[in-house]
């Protein structure tokens, strides 16, 4: 949403002028339209002042999910459209959503598709979400695609929810981790310095290193903050304004040793459930597969789904650029290759979404006893060392005295 300056005249000829909100342009004209005002100017306004500011995504993953649930058990009980956005408008605890619900009832009221007022919330409402209402409205079977997107968006939030999971340990064990050492070189190795400059004598390399450590923490300790922060802000800015670097991370995501395979099955379960959705609606083929492409989440998988369609477009298989690349194991080609020739894509999709969200589920479960005693060893070798530091001139300052 955005803000237009306007100045035009009443039909009694009075001069209006002010600000409007609205989607686009066209939108703002209508609005002011229907007030009965015959502009004269209508202008953006740039400002910051007028921007609306959002921090991630405006509506939580967990919301959209609970949203779609209640929409579509509206709709199956023979709620209209009007009424069940007016409700959900109301008992949303996102004001993001709460707003958009809140322009989209204006919009149907007005005689538009449900699919169009969705639309000019794009922030909100996905493409795939979209196009499958778009669908529903023109067969006459809304209250089916509405489940069916409900049920979809359902299992996409429960595997999402299994990656953050299985990353969840190793973030929380480093940030202790980082919190322990940040303790013992401020407030620890300090009461030391003193003692051990005052024993003379040439102190072990790992003290020197320890007390060096310290003393420069001591002193930049707003490096810690400052690096990591213009380091994540600069990433981000060249990830989304740099097509080859971003490229080339979502590569590495899939090529880590540990957390590799885990990242490729989630964008397979993604991208296999997301097309089975599609072509169940009865999308066109070339249509489902641009639209996923959008929603996949990963450039890796979005440049082979290109070359796929551009397959599909000459009047080849689906699966020739699948099969020459590493990233779709023989069970997805196969899968695919069968629904091709029986007609029964959506259905084999569907097959290997389910399977890979099986994979998804033992992959989790086996990172997570893995990680855990890697991460205690590395915690263990990390305050290990410091305190090591402390130990050891501390044996021979015992010798010397006895």
Known sequence: MAYFKYKGRTGRGQVRQGRVKAGTKKEAIETLKGQGIALSQIQEVNSILYKDITIGSPVKPKEFVIYLRQFSTLIEAGVSLLQSNMILSKQTSSKGLQQALADITQRLE???????????HRKIFPPLFINMVRAGEAGGNLDEILDRMAVYYEKQYETRQKVI????????VGVIAIGIVIFLLSFVVPRFTDMFASMGGELPLITQFVIGLGEFFKVY???FLLVPLVSIVAFKYVQQNNERFAYSVDLLKLRMPIFGPLMQKAALVRM????SSLFHSSVPILQS?????KIVENRVIEKVLK????????????TGPFSHHWIFPPLVTQMISVGEETGSLDHMLGKVADFYDSELNHTTDRLKTLIEPIMIAVLAVIVGTIVASIAIPMFSLFEQIN
Request: glycine share 4%.
């Open 165 to 172: 999971s299985a990353l969840t340990y190793p973030l929380v």
């Open 289 to 293: 597969v641009e639209i996923t492409e």
């Open 110 to 120: 007005s005689g538009q598709a449900f699919s169009d007022a969705a639309e000019s």
């Open 221 to 223: 300790w707003w490096l």
């Open 272 to 275: 296999t459930r997301s097309l």
């Open 307 to 318: 070359q796929s369609r551009t397959s599909l477009a000459r009047g080849e298989s689906m």
